[in-house]
């Protein structure tokens, strides 16, 4: 009414009639609370006598407002309860981008401030504190344990559950909260009868100890407060040592991600200095770090290319008679590197030309490694 009455009238001009109306009615209506009486004290009997002290908090919200009420719940030595005002609070609602769920836990989060101020000024222990909104999707956010949240609803759950427990939290219909009175508009007349000051019904009678029970998200796969959940692909790798800290088994799906032997060498590189920085020296193999990069690409090559061949060989068997390596003798070195063997381990050569390496061609490592000394020869 404010935005569409802008511009029509000056701010010393007499009310239309139709507004005028509306402001002698409410003008008039102030006189009511001459009659409004709000009890200083929680109970009729001292504190100290009680049986039990609990605090209710009940939250609501509508477009119009938010609102939080709380109420001090006595029960004395003869079973008589008392119920008693102790803080309310309301506040207009943001006028725009925000969903009716988004103001009710808005609410819920000022319930959780004024139990904030209360145990702070309020020199008492309660024997149970209970929160109360009437929004099922609310309830559905502070119970959640599997989904997550954007960063709006996130932060919001997280001030709630910092001062208080998903199981504190209750369901009220609407008609039984009385915080629904602080979001909309009330009469003066009306406010002395209010159950915003003489509290709701239903806390003067016997409350169930089981009161709490389980809440869960409203339709979260078309809720747009909750992050879309996303399918996770995982990659097994198996050991063969387990004192082995690099090899893994089909190794070739991250190599090919390389175009050029250098980077695939200087990538493995990286990745062992991260491994010495969060590992210590005992949980780590010391043969690895014994190794080149480059030896260490190979040899996870052999291992996965020719693991047939390789675990013959540690078994001291023979090769299988369809192996490609029979002619080779191959053997083993101190490394785990897969050699050629034959005569020549008596000259007086370089292991790699006594024993050559022995790289399977079909490999996506083998042919960038293949690649690079081609390049280097031309």
């Not at 009437?134 to 949240?149: C, E």
């Not at 003067?204 to 809440?215: A, G, K, S, V, W």
């Not at 003798?329 to 050629?340: F, H, K, Q, S």
Request: hydrophobic share 35%.
């Amino acid at each position: 009414m404010r935005d569409s009455l802008r511009g029509l009238y000056n701010w010393d001009d007499p009310l239309p009639p139709h507004l005028l109306d509306r402001w002698s009615n409410w003008k008039d209506s102030l006189k009511f609370f001459e009659d409004v009486h709000i009890p200083r004290t929680y109970a009729p009997i001292s504190l100290h006598e009680t049986l039990s002290t609990e605090l209710h908090i009940f939250s609501d919200a509508s477009e119009t407002a938010l609102a939080s009420v709380a109420y001090l719940r006595t029960v004395d030595a003869s079973n008589n309860i008392h119920v008693g005002f102790v803080l309310g609070k309301c506040k207009l609602a943001p006028m725009k981008g925000h969903s009716v769920p988004r103001l009710e836990l808005c609410a819920a989060v000022m319930s959780v401030q004024i139990y904030d101020i209360i145990s702070d000024e309020l020199d008492m222990s309660f024997n149970s504190v209970r929160f109360y909104t009437d929004s099922l999707v609310v309830l559905g956010y502070i119970h959640n344990q599997s989904r997550r949240f954007y960063k709006y609803v996130e932060n919001r759950i997280e001030r709630i559950r910092k001062s208080t427990t998903p199981d504190q939290w209750n369901y009220v219909p609407t008609k039984s909260n009385p915080a629904d009175s602080g979001t909309r508009n009330v009469t003066a007349e009306d406010i002395i009868d209010n159950r915003w000051n003489l509290g709701p019904p239903q806390l003067r009678e016997p409350i169930e100890d089981n009161l709490n029970t389980e809440y869960h998200l409203c339709d979260p796969e078309n809720d747009t407060e909750i992050r879309k959940t996303r399918e996770v692909e995982t990659l097994k790798t198996t050991k063969n040592n387990k004192n082995d800290q690099f090899e893994t088994f089909h190794i070739s799906q991250r190599l090919e991600r390389f175009s050029t032997w250098k980077v695939l060498v200087r990538s493995i590189d990286r990745l062992r200095t991260l491994s010495r920085k969060y590992h210590s020296s005992k949980d780590l193999a010391v043969s690895n770090y014994s190794l080149s990069s480059e030896d260490l690409i190979i040899r996870m090559v052999q291992q996965e290319v020719l693991a047939q061949e390789i675990m013959c060989l540690q078994s001291q068997k023979p090769l299988p008679r369809r192996s490609s390596l029979i002619s080779l003798n191959p053997v083993i070195d101190e490394n785990g590197l897969l050699r050629v063997g034959g005569r020549l381990k008596r000259g007086y050569l370089c292991i790699n030309e006594r024993h050559p390496l022995i790289i399977p061609k079909n490999h996506h490592a083998a042919v960038l490694l293949i690649r690079h000394f081609h390049e280097l020869v031309w």
